[in-house]
C-alpha cells in the first residue's frame, strides 16, 4: 500500500517457513507466528539463462474468453546473458547472500517478520482459473448484475528477509453475476516487477516497507541499482506491485498502489480477469498515482494526487475529464515528503492531508527507518478548489494530533463555511509501518475545518462505550463528496482481522453491526446501491468476502444494507485472503470495457 520502509532489523530463515495443514490455528497474524503456504513454483533461478522481460500490452481480442500473458512468448523475451552480465549476477548474489546471512541473526519485529505478516489466511495463494455455477445459499438480489472485485497483496514468491503485509504482489479476486449464474476467478496484476520476478524465479526488487529501513535497507537498494545497471533487472517501466485500490474509469479497471502507474485489468466476457498492461491515460501521466483516487458521481470526473518521497515538488494534484483528458499538474508546496494513501473531495474542494507520518531517507544512514512519526509537526488539512490550474489558493487548516490513514468522505456546509471531513483518526500514527509497544486504535471522527476562521474542531462519532476499530469501508458512492448519513465500515477487531462490519449514523453515532459468523473473519464491505434514484441513502446491499477459518473455506455474503439481514451466500472454489480494496461494475459498463 503505501511506499514506506518499517523500522526493523531484519533477519528470518526462509527456510522455517513450513507448509500448512488444512486449517492453521492462528489468532491474530500481528501476535500469533503460524506456518506459512507457499503455492509451488515451477520457476528456478539460473543466472547463465534466465532474462528479463518488460511487460508489453496484449493484443485486444474482443471475443477472446481466456487471458493471455502480458509477457510476450518465452521466445519472445528470452535474451541470454552475456558473460559480463552472468559475472555480475553471480557476485551480486554472493553479496545478497552474505547480507541475508547478516540479516538473520537479528530477530524480526512483527511488521517485518513474514511468519507472522502473512500467516493463516493473510498467507497467499495461487492465480484461480474461471469457475462457472457455483453454488449460492439463499437468493441473489436482482440489481446485482455485473462484477464485484477486491485487490489485495499476494506475494508470489516467498520471502527472502523482511516483508510486510503491504508488499505483497497485487490480485484480483473477481466474482461476476451474470444471467442467473456466478463465477469466481482470481489472477495476479502482471505488474512490471512480477513479470520479471516470475521469470528470473526469485524476488529481485526490494520491498517498501519489510526490507528497506538501516543499512540493510541501503544494501538492498545499492544491490538492485548495480542489478539495473547491468540490465539484470529493469525498473525503467515500474517498480509497484499494483495491490491496493481498484476504480473504474472511462472504460479502464485500474489496479493501483502508490509506488507506480496504475495497471488496466480487463474483465472477459466468461468472468477470468486480463492485464492489459501499465497505464499512463493515452500518455498523460508522467508520475505515480494514489490508491484512492475519487470519481466524482455527478460530474464523472475522476481527481487525484501523486507523492514523491525523493525530490521535490514533494505533492502533485490533477485531474481527468470524463473522458479522460488529463488536467496540468498541480504542484502543491511541503517542506517534506508526507505519506499521504488517501484524500477527499467535495462539490467544489480536494481535501489533502498533511499529517506527522513523513518520510526521512537519512535516517537509514543512522540504522533507522525512513518513516517516521514527527510528533513535532503540526498535522493540517489542505483546502483547494477542484479546478484550481495552482496552489496559490490553497486554505491550510491545522488539525493537531490528527493521522487518518482512510477517508471516508467529506462535504460542505455553506451555512458554517464549514467543510466536514469524516475519517479514522489512527494512533499510534505509524503503528502499522513500525512496531510499537502501544495497542492500535482507530477511531470514526468528524472534523470540521472552519473556511472562514481557519480553525478546527473534531469530535469522536462514537460513543465511548461503543468504541471499536472501524478501519476500511465506504458510503454510499452516488454521495462521494456530499452530505451522507451512513458509513459501512470494517469492524477491525481483533486487530487487524474483521470480525464483521458496522453501519453508523454519522450524525447521531448510533451503530448497527453485523457479525459474519464465529470463527469467520472478512475485510472491506463494500455498499451497493440498490437504484441510484432510490429515496434512502441506505436502499442497497453489503458484498464481502468472508473466510471460515474453523473449516478453511471462503465465500461471498450479500447482507441487505436497510436491515443488515444477510440475503445469500456464495460458496467460493478457494481460498480468499484478507484484502484491501474493491469496486463493482455493473453489467451494463463491463460491456463499455475499453
Known amino acids: 500500500m503505501a511506499s514506506a520502509a518499517a523500522a526493523a532489523n531484519l533477519g528470518s530463515s526462509s527456510s522455517s517457513l513450513k507448509r500448512p495443514g488444512k486449517k492453521p490455528n492462528i489468532n491474530c497474524s500481528l501476535q500469533t507466528p503460524s506456518t506459512l503456504h507457499f503455492p509451488k513454483r515451477s520457476t ?55 547480507l541475508v546471512s547478516h540479516e538473520r541473526q537479528h530477530p524480526l519485529p512483527k511488521t517485518a517478520d513474514p511468519r507472522v505478516q502473512i500467516s493463516g489466511n493473510f498467507a497467499p495463494v495461487p492465480e484461480k482459473p474461471v469457475v462457472q455455477d457455483l453454488p449460492v445459499t439463499g437468493k441473489i438480489p436482482d440489481c446485482i448484475q455485473g462484477a464485484y472485485l477486491r485487490n489485495g497483496a499476494n506475494p508470489f514468491h516467498e520471502p527472502v528477509a523482511g516483508h510486510h503485509f503491504f508488499d505483497g504482489d497485487g490480485m484480483v479476486h473477481a466474482v461476476q453475476f451474470k444471467k442467473g449464474s456466478v463465477s469466481y476467478s482470481s489472477r495476479f496484476t502482471e505488474t512490471n516487477r512480477l513479470v520479471q520476478e516470475r521469470g528470473l524465479g526469485r524476488p529481485l526488487f526490494p520491498k517498501a516497507i519489510g526490507e528497506l529501513h538501516g543499512h540493510s535497507g541501503i544494501a538492498r537498494l545499492l544491490l538492485f541499482y548495480a542489478r539495473g545497471a547491468f540490465g539484470i533487472v529493469d525498473p525503467s517501466h515500474g517498480t509497484g506491485v499494483a495491490n491496493a485500490g481498484l476504480v473504474y474509469f472511462d472504460g479502464h479497471l485500474l489496479a493501483m498502489s502508490e509506488d507506480d502507474l496504475p495497471y488496466h485489468v480487463r474483465v472477459l466476457p466468461s468472468g477470468d480477469l486480463q492485464t492489459v498492461g501499465r497505464y499512463d491515460f493515452d500518455g498523460q501521466l508522467k508520475s505515480t498515482m494514489i490508491a484512492h483516487p475519487k470519481v466524482d458521481p455527478i460530474s464523472g470526473e475522476l481527481f487525484a494526487l501523486s507523492y514523491d518521497v525523493v525530490q521535490k515538488p514533494y505533492l502533485k494534484y490533477f485531474r481527468f475529464s470524463p473522458d479522460g483528458k488529463k488536467s496540468p499538474d498541480v504542484e502543491i508546496p511541503l517542506d517534506q515528503p508526507t505519506m499521504m494513501h488517501d484524500f477527499a473531495i467535495t462539490e467544489r474542494f480536494v481535501v489533502v492531508p498533511d499529517q ?108 465511548e462505550a461503543d468504541q471499536v476499530n472501524l478501519e476500511a469501508g465506504m458510503v454510499n458512492r452516488n454521495l462521494l463528496g456530499r452530505k451522507s448519513r451512513f458509513a459501512y465500515l470494517a469492524l477491525a477487531e481483533p486487530w487487524p482481522k474483521v470480525s464483521g462490519f458496522a453501519k453508523v449514523d454519522l450524525s447521531t453515532g448510533e451503530v448497527h453491526k453485523y457479525i459474519y459468523g464465529d470463527q469467520k473473519f472478512g475485510g472491506e464491505p463494500l ?10 441513502e441506505d436502499d442497497g446491499y ?43 461494475i455493473g453489467a451494463k459498463d463491463l460491456e463499455k470495457q475499453a
Not at 493484443?59 to 559475472?87: G, I, M, R, Y
Not at 446501491?529 to 434512502?536: F, H, I, K, L, Q
Request: with cysteine; charged share 25%; net charge neutral.
Open 44 to 98: 528456478t533461478y539460473t543466472p547463465s539463462s534466465t532474462t528479463i522481460s518488460t511487460p508489453t500490452p496484449t493484443t485486444k481480442h474482443p471475443k477472446l474468453d481466456t487471458p493471455s500473458p502480458v509477457a510476450p512468448s518465452p521466445k519472445q523475451q528470452q535474451k541470454q546473458w552475456n558473460f559480463l552480465q552472468s559475472a555480475a549476477a553471480m557476485a551480486l548474489d554472493a553479496v545478497e547472500t552474505a
Open 356 to 463: 506527522q507520518v513523513v518520510f526521512k531517507l537519512p535516517e537509514m544512514i543512522r540504522g533507522g527507518s525512513p518513516v517516521i512519526y514527527d510528533k513535532n509537526k503540526m498535522a493540517r488539512f489542505g483546502i483547494l478548489d477542484k479546478n484550481a490550474t495552482d496552489a496559490s489558493n490553497i486554505r491550510w487548516i491545522e488539525t493537531p494530533d490528527c493521522f487518518c490513514f482512510h477517508l471516508w468522505n467529506a462535504w460542505e456546509e455553506p451555512e458554517t463555511d464549514e467543510v466536514v471531513v469524516i475519517g479514522s483518526c489512527m494512533t499510534p500514527a505509524d503503528s502499522i509501518f513500525n512496531e510499537c509497544d502501544e495497542s492500535l486504535k482507530s477511531v470514526l471522527s468528524e472534523i470540521r475545518l472552519n473556511l472562514k476562521t481557519g480553525k478546527s474542531t473534531r469530535r469522536q462519532i462514537l460513543s
Open 527 to 536: 455498499f451497493l446501491p440498490r437504484d441510484p434514484n432510490s429515496e434512502r
Open 542 to 584: 453489503i458484498l464481502a468476502f468472508v473466510h471460515d477459518e474453523k473449516e478453511w473455506k471462503s465465500e461471498l455474503q450479500i447482507v441487505n444494507a436497510m436491515n443488515l439481514k444477510l440475503e445469500a451466500t456464495v460458496k467460493l472454489p478457494s481460498r480468499v485472503p484478507y484484502g484491501f480494496h474493491g469496486t463493482f
